[in-house]
Structure formats: structure tokens, C-alpha cells
């Protein structure tokens, strides 16, 4: 059996079988993952990605837009924020810069650029990424080192609510979908690294580096 590609845990157990590939979960941490030999090639997602998506920016430009209007709620200085694992041309964010907000950005096919990657930030968005990571222990060490003590970690990804359904679930369909997570899981990394979980139901989990606040989601 593999070990776990977020907790390392070195038990993991066959969870699901399909014509295409086999699924396995983790007993500690609660992700479902694909198995390593069944994901895409990085040739193959590179012709996926390496393109924009009208559909998926405007989401990202919405879900960027909450965040940081809640954000504004909390403290009055400007915020520098980093979008990791998408990207958003400059005419959509002018909002932002007007303001008086930063949004540095890294996709490592869109904006590739190492130096984001260095910098610390007051917040993480992560919008529809999550669920690509094939080893999610290395990007979610890399996010936790780029947050400011304080700082929030947004992430935009389909829950598993209900593991029995998992067969139905059409989430799992996508190849280069190839990790899906709990509240369980969210609550294991908030444990285990120091964050407080804020909110995780839906597609929405929020984190914070150290303390909590009064932040809430926009019904």
C-alpha cells in the first residue's frame, strides 16, 4: 500500500476501485486519494492548464473579491495576499489596487514565478487547486511557510461529506483530480500545524495562521 501523500501515514486503505483507477484512504488524516500510477502526466497537464478559462477566473476574481472584503472588515491596513494556483489578468485586478491591496500570484503554468513563492504574505487563496496535488504534503509545507503569523489560508476545494457516496460522486471523475478531503483532514492539518479552522462545509475552508476572528462567509 502507498503511504499517505499528507500525513505520511504508512497504512492507508484500499477505499474505492472503477474501470479507470483504484482510490485509497488514509486512516489518519482522512484524505482519499488516487492511486500515483493512474495520475496524469506533466506533459499532459500542461496542455490542460496551460491555457485561461473564462468560467473558472471569473469565480476566481469573485472568490478573491470576498475574501478580502471580509479581510478589510478586520484590519484597516492594506493587504498583500498571494493567489497560488491560479491567475488573474492585471485588468481584473484593479479592484484590488484600488484598494490599496497587493495580490502577487503563482501557477505554475500561467505565472511561473518562483520569486511569489519567497515572500510572506496576509493571506493564501487557493481556488479549485487543492484537488490537483499529487503529493499535497509539499504544497501545503510551502503555504504554511509563505503565511504571516495571523495570516488566513483560503481554500476553494469540493468537501467529501458522505464517503459512502463516493462511487456517485462525480467530483472523482476528473483525471486530474487526484486528492479529496474532509473536514477530518482539515481538522488534522489545523491541529498538527499550528492553524485554527474557521470554517470547512461546502467548497469553502478557511484557516488562520495562530489566533481566530469574527470573520464569517457571505451567505
Known amino acids: 500500500m502507498p503511504r499517505c501523500p499528507l500525513c505520511q501515514n504508512r497504512y492507508p486503505s484500499r477505499f474505492f476501485t472503477d474501470k479507470k483507477r483504484s482510490y ?8 482519499v486519494f488516487a492511486d500515483l500510477h493512474s495520475q496524469l502526466p506533466p506533459q ?36 498583500i495576499g498571494l493567489n497560488f494556483g491560479g491567475f488573474l489578468p492585471s485588468s481584473v485586478l484593479t479592484l484590488l489596487q484600488q484598494q490599496g491591496h497587493t495580490l502577487n500570484q503563482y501557477d505554475p503554468f500561467l505565472a511561473p514565478d518562483l520569486a511569489a513563492l519567497r515572500q510572506s504574505y496576509d493571506f493564501v487563496c487557493s481556488y479549485r487547486v487543492f484537488e490537483h496535488f499529487n503529493y ?34 462525480h467530483y472523482k471523475n476528473n483525471p486530474a483530480h487526484v486528492s479529496f478531503y474532509c473536514q477530518k483532514t482539515f481538522d488534522y492539518l489545523a491541529v498538527h500545524h499550528g492553524f485554527t479552522l474557521l470554517f470547512a462545509a461546502n467548497d469553502l475552508i478557511l484557516m488562520q495562521k495562530a489566533a481566530g476572528s469574527d470573520i464569517k462567509r457571505t451567505p
Open 44 to 79: 499532459v497537464q500542461k496542455q490542460r492548464f496551460n491555457k485561461l478559462n473564462p468560467t473558472k477566473q471569473k469565480q476566481l476574481s469573485l472568490f478573491i473579491n470576498v475574501l478580502t472584503e471580509q479581510l478589510a472588515g478586520i484590519t484597516s491596513e492594506p493587504l
Open 24 to 31: 485509497f484512504r488514509c486512516p489518519g488524516c482522512q484524505l
Open 136 to 169: 499535497p504534503l509539499r504544497e501545503w509545507g510551502l503555504l504554511c511557510r509563505t503565511l504571516k503569523p495571523g495570516g488566513f489560508l483560503a481554500i476553494s476545494t469540493r468537501l467529501l461529506t458522505d464517503p459512502r457516496q463516493f462511487a456517485k460522486w
